[in-house]
């Protein structure tokens, strides 16, 4: 099982960018997929997440409508299109899955089986 992410890089503040976490070895359907970032020092902070076989994600309630998180299962990949972007928004970006997991885990890194190598997303003048 791999989960590939790419997409991050270099912004300046009120750029967008879009992230990719393609999926082998697993059907991301048939499982919670969520994107995790974290920033130097800090802990890794949920983003967002989708229910199995959902195409409705839910958030963290620092996105505000800045980022937008989708699906395509026939390629088997989940993005993130974050918009407005800020200076506290610099970090790697990590997606994750995991089949058995409960809702009320979403947000909880231990939760995940399946991990990302992560993505850096840099926000800087």
């Known amino acids: 099982v791999q989960l590939q992410a790419s997409g991050g890089g270099l912004v300046q503040p009120g750029g967008s960018l879009r992230l990719s976490c393609v999926a082998s070895?697993?059907?991301?359907?048939?499982?919670?997929v969520s994107w995790f970032r974290q920033a130097p020092g800090e802990e890794r902070e949920f983003v967002s997440a989708f229910n199995r076989g959902d195409n409705s994600p839910f958030y963290a309630i620092f996105v505000k409508g800045r980022f937008t998180a989708s699906r395509d299962n026939a390629k088997n990949t989940i993005y993130l299109q974050m918009n407005s972007l800020k200076p506290e928004d610099t970090a790697v970006y990590y997606c994750a899955a995991d089949r058995q997991i409960i809702r009320s885990s979403y947000s909880s890194s231990d939760a995940y089986h399946y991990w990302g190598q992560g993505t850096l997303v840099t926000v800087s003048s």
């Open positions: 070895g697993i059907s991301l359907r048939n499982y919670v």
